[in-house]
């Protein structure tokens, strides 16, 4: 079934520069092999489309049992220069609880 | 144990935190974090005006306001207020709170050092972008080294009420008293790591107590009156969260960990002048309310190079609104855009970028933002930036026009004309650790 990444996940966002920063954090333990499978920095690349114009890299916290994801060229040349009223990204973790990922009833209801 | 409270996490936060801090119970130490990247190039402008401006002003007026209080708990208060002239600021602070012994840590700033560092052939390349700084040499604003927790430490050591710095690493302002009061080396690389995580924790003020926090988000009791965190700290490198009784706010490793993770890159080497710290190795646990304890850090040696955070002038922007109404709303405030378009071009103008925003459909998150359908009403946000002061100030004369001479129901432009602003960008690099010497100065 596909859900709202808001059902397994919630995420906290900021800005190092042009980098969009999200933090990803499973609501519970079982719900972060989902995140693994689920929030790939391809799927996350695609789902914000035109406003990250670089890669997505993905870093592994197994003991918070998080992501941290990096989005670059991502805020629209950062900061100060960016014209983007979340020149800072801010909100773009919120975005991303939108995203659709698939998965079993069996791992929701866990 | 020592307990050590954050009471700003950037220049402009909430006055009243610092004072509820030591007026609510218990602390040692009181750190303050005041400085954003671009903090700096604003404070070198004051200065250029003003030999005695150039650091944060909010901050003698409170250490005014608390000094008593300070004194009668023996209160230490560490603080980067000094922006790019902490001296200044120390004599601003002994004037508000005479009687108090204040000591300044020196040697972050190398706005004056900039040719002698290229001409010793450090290219000072932005770390994200990989150009060398010549490119931009004429335009730097300000440029400062990132000092660590051990000048603080040893700024401590004179026996100071107040320690003011310059530039430092956010999470050292709360690692020196731990330093300073539990003995740690420079080769201690474990517990300073663990020190910089607990830094880390707290180094946005509120923002690990509730504040900017999405677990269960509409139960957080009472965030009119936010608890700011406070760090208990043991000389083992374990730590405690925790905020005074009887204030807002909420923390348990939920809302920690949000804040863990926030604005950080490969958290298995998070990068400070005094240690690498490992976030995978931190082990966190709810022991109480409110209480949220700390274990197991790992840590590296010190990176071979500092960061500096260099301000450069990189051009003008602005960006004017008008608000459409209700019937298609978003489709009146696109027409509004392809007309002030094809206005700004047949008048010749070039910017850098010219960029449209429609709050109420897309403006937080663009692309990804959901479907809006027909929504009451649409404002149209249009901005622009280039290296032409007089394009982007012509520009500015081309929203308000459009209520007359554009599609229907165009409102919301009460407050004139958009103001023409200075972009000052920011300049990430590595200076080479043997060329910035840090120092400690007692002010009398």
């Given at each position: 079934m596909k859900i709202p990444l808001a059902r397994i996940a919630h995420t906290r966002s900021g800005d190092k520069g042009d980098i969009s920063n999200i933090g990803v954090i499973a609501w519970?333990?079982?719900y972060y092999p989902v995140l693994l499978r689920e929030v790939t920095p391809e799927r996350v690349k695609t789902f914000f489309g035109s406003f990250v114009e670089g890669r997505v890299e993905r870093f592994e916290l197994p003991n918070l049992h998080a992501l941290n994801l990096l989005l670059y060229h991502?805020?629209?040349?950062?900061?100060?220069?960016?014209?983007?009223?979340d020149a800072q990204g801010k909100t773009m973790g919120a975005a991303l609880l939108g995203m659709e990922i698939d998965i079993d009833e069996r791992e929701l209801t866990d | 144990m020592i307990r050590i409270a954050n009471g700003?996490?950037?220049?402009?936060?909430?006055?009243?935190a610092p004072v509820r801090l030591v007026d609510n119970g218990p602390i040692d130490y009181l750190t303050l974090d005041y400085l954003a990247e671009v903090t700096m190039s604003i404070l070198q402008k004051q200065r250029q005006k003003d030999p005695e401006l150039g650091y944060a002003r909010d901050f003698p007026p409170l250490i005014g306001r608390i000094a008593a209080k300070l004194r009668a708990a023996k209160i230490k208060v560490i603080a980067?207020?000094?922006?790019?002239n902490p001296v200044a600021c120390a004599r601003a602070v002994l004037k508000a709170a005479p009687g108090l012994k204040v000591a300044v840590v020196l040697g972050d700033d190398i706005l004056d050092r900039i040719s002698e560092l290229l001409a010793k052939?450090?290219?000072?390349?932005?770390?994200?972008?990989?150009?060398?700084?010549s490119t931009i040499r004429e335009h730097i604003l300000s440029a400062n080294a990132y000092i660590g927790a051990f000048p603080l430490a040893e700024a401590l050591a004179t026996g100071a009420d107040v320690i003011i710095s310059g530039r430092?690493?956010?999470a050292a302002l709360v690692l020196a008293p731990m330093i300073h009061e539990f003995?740690?080396?420079?080769?201690d690389y474990d517990k300073l790591a663990a020190g910089i995580v607990a830094g880390h924790i707290i180094e946005c003020g509120a923002q690990c107590s509730?504040?900017?926090?999405?677990?269960d988000w509409q139960t957080i009791p009472d965030l009119a009156n936010i608890g700011y965190p406070i760090v208990e700290a043991a000389p083992d490198g374990s730590f405690v969260v925790t905020k005074h009784a009887g204030t807002g706010g909420r923390i348990d490793t939920d809302g920690v960990k949000e804040q863990l993770l926030y604005?950080?890159?490969?958290p298995r080497a998070y990068m400070t002048p005094d240690v690498v710290a490992d976030f995978t190795s931190l082990e966190l646990e709810?022991?109480?309310?409110n209480r949220v304890r700390g274990c197991s850090v790992r840590g590296a040696p010190r990176p071979v190079m500092l960061k500096a955070s260099i301000s450069y002038h990189a051009g003008w922007k602005a960006s004017g609104t008008l608000v459409y109404s209700w019937p298609q709303a978003l489709e009146k405030a696109r027409a509004a855009d392809r007309i002030t378009r094809e206005r700004l071009a047949q008048l010749g103008l070039k910017f850098d970028e010219i960029y449209t925003e429609y709050f109420g459909v897309n403006?937080?998150?663009?692309?990804?933002?959901h479907p809006a359908g027909d929504p009451p009403e649409v404002q149209l946000r249009i901005g622009v930036r280039g290296p032409d002061k007089r394009a982007v100030d012509r520009f500015t004369?081309?929203?308000?026009?459009l209520v007359l001479t554009?599609?229907?129901?165009?409102?919301?432009?009460?407050?004139?004309r958009p103001e023409v602003r200075q972009i000052v960008a920011y300049w990430p690099a590595l200076v080479p650790r043997e060329e910035i010497q840090a120092r400690v100065e007692v002010i009398a």
């Open positions: 519970k333990p079982q991502g805020l629209g040349g950062g900061g100060t220069v960016s014209l983007r009223t | 700003q996490g950037f220049w402009g936060d909430w006055l009243e980067n207020a000094g922006g790019v052939g450090y290219a000072m390349r932005n770390i994200d972008t990989g150009e060398p700084l430092c690493a956010d003995g740690w080396q420079p080769d509730g504040g900017n926090c999405q677990v604005e950080i890159g490969d709810d022991i109480g309310p403006a937080c998150h663009g692309p990804a933002a004369r081309e929203m308000i026009p554009g599609p229907p129901g165009g409102t919301g432009y009460g407050e004139g």
